[in-house]
């Protein structure tokens, strides 16, 4: 088995992809505000900058920035989600070794991260999860993917309304 280690910097940014368990399930936008109750409750008890957030059916991808003394990202993820699942409806069969383990399968056991090295890796990487919507064709335009930090960035001025064009103008070149 390899041993992965993770990338703790004190003040890092990074970039996070969280799946569910079950990729066929929509729980995360299905239940879009007890997810964000979960992030907000955790983000009191244990700061972080959301510089960048999408949330699809089955999975969401972020960038966060921690404060400059701090680089447990691990703790938050696990705290996340936990207080989602808590909070979730119990609808999902539950076998026997969960029940007695008192978990659900919500959440895949790990989630993939990369730490931000530049402002280029930076730029990349805001982008690619604005963009994941249309590339899993959710949507023809980012704009109308409504679980984005897009809407917060183009109300900031940092991106155009209508960047990327649409799908199809995507398909045309």
């Known amino acids: 088995m390899s041993q992965y280690k993770r990338n703790y910097v004190k003040g890092g940014t990074y ?3 969280v799946n569910l368990y079950n990729r066929n399930k929509s729980y995360l936008t299905d239940h879009i505000d007890l997810l964000r109750t979960a992030v907000a409750k955790v983000k009191q008890k244990h700061p972080f900058k959301i510089n960048a957030w999408v949330v699809l059916p089955d999975h969401l991808h972020a960038v966060w920035s921690l404060p400059p003394d701090e680089a447990d990202f ?4 696990r705290e996340i989600k936990k207080a989602f699942t808590k909070s979730l409806p119990i609808k ?4 026997l070794t969960l029940t007695k383990k008192g978990k659900r399968a919500i959440w895949q056991k790990r989630f993939w991260e990369h730490t931000i090295t530049s402002t280029a890796d930076y730029n990349h990487h805001i982008d690619y999860v ?18 984005s930090s ?23 070149t």
């Open 15 to 17: 970039f996070f992809t």
């Open 74 to 77: 691990s703790t938050r993820w």
């Open 92 to 95: 999902e069969p539950l076998t």
């Open 130 to 147: 604005h963009l994941n919507p249309l590339k899993h064709g959710l949507v023809s335009q980012v704009k109308d993917w409504p679980y």
């Open 150 to 172: 897009f809407h917060r960035d183009v109300k900031n001025g940092l991106y155009p309304q209508d960047w990327c064009g649409t799908a199809k103008q995507k398909e045309e």
